[in-house]
């Protein structure tokens, strides 16, 4: 959340419960930033992770032809 929005989100809690619902919209704005994030970190796990299978398998069969 950017310092702006927190300060935003601050000031409203000290107004009380009557700002309840422009925090929660703060809050589900926040929860949809991160879960893009999230959504962009998992496929770049999955690409390293696939990379990595990969090189492990580029190995494995390496590893075979020596023997050979």
Same mark, same amino acid.
């Given at each position: 959340?950017?310092?702006?929005?927190i300060?935003?989100?601050?000031?409203?809690? *000290?107004?009380?419960?009557?700002?309840?619902? @422009?925090?929660?919209d703060?809050?589900?704005?926040? @929860?949809?930033?991160?879960?893009? *994030?999230?959504?962009?970190?998992?496929?770049?796990?999955?690409?390293?992770?696939?990379?990595?299978?990969?090189?492990?398998?580029?190995?494995?069969?390496?590893? *075979?032809?020596?023997?050979?």
């Amino acid at each position: 959340m950017s310092l702006s929005k927190i300060i935003q989100y601050a000031k409203l809690r *000290e107004q009380g419960n009557q700002t309840i619902n @422009e925090r929660l919209d703060i809050l589900d704005e926040q @929860e949809a930033i991160l879960n893009i *994030e999230k959504s962009k970190i998992l496929d770049h796990i999955a690409f390293i992770q696939n990379k990595k299978n990969l090189y492990h398998s580029s190995l494995g069969k390496s590893n *075979e032809s020596e023997h050979d």
